[in-house]
Every structure is written in structure tokens, then in C-alpha cells.
């Protein structure tokens, strides 16, 4: 019994050690499947936030006074504004078999990549505005910018944008005024032969393809090429109508033949501050001097024979005669015969010599016949040092110009106020009598009698200027007490009496 109860105690004994393992074997798995649900939970809840959680609107709605406005805060208008839906995994064998099945796509060039790139840009950033303008609108606002910056380089930049903006840029009506500078070399150093095979061939292009109806055609600073550019020029362009050179070189016979040759509607030519070979323009002006009607040149001692040809009667029809000088040169002195001038260039409008001491030289007297310049409207002879010019020589120069506005005689310190008031010109508008000097010469005696000028011009009179001029404060005092009794309130503009004796009583 004892046996046997000490056995059955013994299998008790181990029974209830198995029972008591299970059940904490159980309690164990019971809690490791309570953590996988909270877990599982967990993850689905938070996946179920990241579903049905909404984004941010793109978007904000401000109330106005009687409209809501809608305001996009995104930066392309094609984003959604609401909910995007989750992009499905795909497994790597599938998406390895799709990469199979797509067909090869063929390789386009470089430069078509780009314009598509660009395209595709632009839709993105909502900046395609410019390929949907009409072409007539891009022509206009290209138009505004060519008058004030010029034709180059600006339509050559802007026609590398897109294939409208070229179409808009080569319409010819945008190149009919064209400046070209000189290609910037390195100081120090020579312009390569690649440089100035470039050059030969974009200008060429250009004449051909641009300059169709080029009017007006300018260079500035160039030292080589000159004749080679304005015989390309002008065997392209028909209607070129003035050409100008700005400090430029190596102007030669050459050039010149060709512009005689191919231009005949040339009727401006400036080569002022240019150097240009004498023999070469006088020729030219023999032979096609009937067609030119303005002539602006730097004067030296060189080319005087071209004053001298146009005194011949190489230029008939001369409207504008602009001669100045260089700052530096010392030939400030020249002879110029007006009656043969007024002879051979009756048409004369314009006549300027600046910073140039005229000494008059006449021939013979004065025929009654003569007319002078009866179309002048412009006479200028201002200059900064000395004049010769005399009231009787003035007289002289004006006696038939009875159109004349403007007359500027800057320097003239030998001129008085009743030399002026002699002068046949009633409706003069604007009178440039003031004294500038770079030099310490001195003044004549006082002047006096402004008054006549103001009772002969104070009602078409714009513009006086007398700087520095010796006159009394009583004379200026009469003078301008007497302006406003002849002049109306709206003619009179401009008013200069700086360096004179003017007080502020004859002011008020």
C-alpha cells in the first residue's frame, strides 16, 4: 500500500507538474497571440489613416464682395487637388516583363531633345505664353525694343528662343535700322584669320538673308573689314539710304566704288570721326554727288578737297552740311567762300561748322540777283575759342535766308545786337548767342541795346541763351521788362543768363 500509495503519489506528483507546464505553456502562447493582435491592430489602423487620410488642398478660397476667389498654391496647374491614389507594387518579374514588351524608342538628335525638354518645361511652369502669342503681336513688342536698343544683337538673341520668335524676328520690317560694333579684341593683340573669316561670313549672311530692306546701316569702331562689309551691304540692300561710320579705319576707293555702283537710293553719308581716303571720296562725289542730299565729315587738312568739291557743285541738291573737328587737332582755321557755296547748293537747310574759325572769303560783291540760301533753316558756327565772323560777314551768309529758326553763334564775340537786328529772318526761334570759351581771351567793350532783339523776335522767340554776354543791368533790366510785353505765356521756354549782370529785381 505504501508502495503503491507512494507510487500513486509519485505519478500524482508528476502529473501535476505536467499539468501545471502545460498550462503555463498555454498562458505563454495565449499572450504572444494578444500581442500579434494589438500589433496587427495597431498597423491596420495606421494603415487605414495613411488611406483615407485627405492631402492638403493645393488650393485656398478667399470671400470676396460678391465672388469667391480661388487662389492655387501649386506650382503646375495638372497636380491634383484632392486625394492621389497609392501606386501598386509590382514584383520585380513583372516589372522585368513589362520592361520586355515596351518598344525601343528611337534616338533623337541633341538638339530635338532639348527643344523638347524645353517645351516640356514650360508646360510644367506655365511659362508657354510666348509660343501661343500671335506672330503680329510678338512683331509689334519687338518693334518698341528695336527702336530703342537697336536691331543688333537683340533680334539675333531672341530668335534662338523657339521657331515663332525666329519667324517673328526675321520679318524684315525689324531690320531697316541697323548698328553693328566692332568685334572686341583682346588689347595687345591681333584678330585671328578664324575671327575675321567669321566675321566675313555673318555679315554676308546677314546682307543676304536680313538686309532686304535695310535703310539706315551704321559701324562703329572698326579697323578692318570696313570695305568688304559695305560692299556686301550694298550690293544686297536696294534701298539702303544712309550710311554712317563712327570711328572707324580703312575706308578705300573700294568701298566706295561699290556703294557708286549698287546704291542708288544713298543719300546720307557721315564719316565723321573716321579716317577715309580722300581721293576715294572725292571721286565718288563727282560721279554720284547728285544724290546725296546730307554730308557730315571730320575736318583736317587732309580733306578739305572734299569741301572744296562740294563748293564745285558736286552735291546739287545738299540739304544738311555738318563739318566739325577733333578736340586734339590744331587745323582749327578755314577758308570757305560762301558765294560759291550758295551757288552750287541753293537747297542748303542745315549748315554747321563746329569748333572751326570761318574766315570768310569772298570773290566779288554781292549780285542783287543772287538768292544766298533761301531754304536755310539752321545755321550754326558755334566754337569755343575765337571767331572771325563779323556782323557785315554774317549779313553776308543770311542776306537771302528769310526761313531761318534757329542761328547759333556761340563765340561770336565780334557779333553785336544791331548787327542782328539787320538780319531778314522774322520767325527766328531759338538764339544761341552765349559765350564759352576754353581759353581766357578776354571780352570786347559792353554791349548794350538787347531790346531790339526781344522787339524784332519776343513773339517767336523759344529758346535765348546769352550766357557770359557784357551787358549792363539797366540794358538787361529794359530788355526783359520789354520780353513779356511781346511774348505770349506758353513760347518763351528756355531762358539762359548765367555770367551776365542780371538782378533778381529784373527777374521778378
Known amino acids: 500500500m505504501e508502495a503503491s500509495s507512494s507510487g500513486g503519489l509519485v505519478q500524482n506528483g508528476r502529473a501535476d507538474d505536467d499539468a501545471a507546464s502545460g498550462s503555463g505553456e498555454n498562458g505563454l502562447r495565449s499572450r504572444k497571440a494578444q500581442l500579434k493582435r494589438s500589433v496587427a491592430g495597431k498597423a491596420k489602423k495606421a ?10 488642398p493645393n488650393y485656398t478660397i478667399q470671400q470676396g464682395e460678391d465672388m469667391l476667389l480661388y487662389i492655387t498654391n501649386a506650382s503646375s496647374q495638372f497636380e491634383s487637388l484632392f486625394w492621389t491614389h497609392r501606386s501598386k507594387k509590382v514584383s520585380k518579374a513583372k516589372s522585368l516583363k513589362n520592361q520586355k514588351k515596351k518598344p525601343k524608342l528611337e534616338k533623337k538628335p541633341v538638339k530635338e531633345e532639348e527643344e523638347d525638354k524645353f517645351s516640356e518645361h514650360q508646360l510644367e511652369s506655365g511659362d508657354s505664353w510666348g509660343q501661343h502669342l500671335p506672330e503680329e503681336v510678338l512683331v509689334n513688342i519687338f518693334q518698341m525694343v528695336v527702336v530703342q536698343d537697336g536691331a543688333v544683337p537683340f533680334l539675333c538673341r531672341v530668335g534662338r528662343v523657339c521657331r515663332l ?16 560694333g566692332h568685334c572686341w579684341i583682346q588689347p595687345g593683340k591681333n584678330q585671328l584669320e578664324k575671327t575675321t573669316i567669321k566675321i566675313k561670313e555673318t555679315v554676308t549672311w546677314l546682307a543676304q538673308n536680313r538686309f532686304s530692306q ?11 573689314n570696313v570695305d568688304f562689309t559695305l560692299e556686301a551691304v550694298s550690293k544686297f540692300c536696294p534701298h539702303l539710304h544712309s550710311i554712317h561710320l563712327s570711328y572707324c579705319k580703312g575706308l578705300t576707293a573700294s568701298g566706295l566704288n561699290s556703294l557708286g555702283l549698287h546704291s542708288r537710293s544713298l543719300r546720307r553719308i557721315n564719316l565723321q570721326h573716321s579716317e577715309f581716303q580722300v581721293e576715294g571720296l572725292v571721286e565718288y562725289l563727282e560721279e554720284q554727288g547728285k544724290q546725296i542730299k546730307q554730308m557730315l565729315f571730320t575736318r583736317s587738312h587732309k580733306n578739305d578737297k572734299v569741301l572744296a568739291a ?3 557743285g558736286c552735291c546739287p541738291d545738299l540739304e544738311l552740311l555738318e563739318v566739325n573737328k577733333k578736340l586734339e587737332s590744331k587745323d582749327t582755321e578755314l577758308s570757305v567762300c560762301f558765294q560759291s557755296l550758295q551757288k552750287a547748293c541753293p537747297k542748303l537747310k542745315i549748315f554747321r561748322m563746329l569748333n572751326i574759325q570761318i574766315q570768310h572769303k569772298p570773290i566779288r560783291k554781292r549780285d542783287e540777283s543772287e538768292a544766298g540760301f533761301p531754304l536755310l533753316d539752321e545755321f550754326c558756327i558755334a566754337n569755343t575759342e575765337y571767331s572771325y565772323m563779323t556782323d557785315q560777314v554774317l549779313l553776308d551768309i543770311l542776306f537771302g535766308s528769310t526761313k531761318l529758326r534757329v542761328l547759333d553763334l556761340r563765340g561770336s564775340t565780334r ?31 559792353v554791349k548794350k541795346n538787347l531790346h531790339l532783339l526781344m522787339e524784332k523776335w519776343g513773339q517767336t522767340l523759344q529758346q535765348l541763351d546769352i550766357t557770359n554776354q557784357p551787358f549792363t543791368e539797366a540794358d538787361l533790366e529794359v530788355a526783359l521788362s520789354f520780353l513779356p510785353q511781346v511774348t505770349d505765356a506758353d513760347t518763351l521756354l528756355s531762358l539762359n543768363l548765367s555770367g551776365t549782370r542780371i538782378t533778381p529785381r529784373a527777374l521778378r
Open 47 to 56: 494603415k487605414k489613416a495613411r488611406m483615407f487620410r485627405p492631402r492638403q
Open 165 to 180: 520668335w525666329d519667324a517673328a524676328a526675321s520679318t524684315l520690317i525689324l531690320w531697316r535700322k541697323v548698328t553693328v
Open 214 to 224: 535695310l535703310r539706315d546701316f551704321t559701324l562703329c569702331h572698326w579697323t578692318k
Open 310 to 312: 562740294i563748293t564745285r
Open 415 to 445: 557779333i553785336t545786337t544791331s548787327g542782328l537786328a539787320q538780319l531778314p529772318c522774322p520767325k527766328l526761334e531759338c538764339l544761341f548767342w552765349g559765350q564759352y570759351f576754353t581759353k581766357n581771351l578776354g571780352f570786347p567793350s
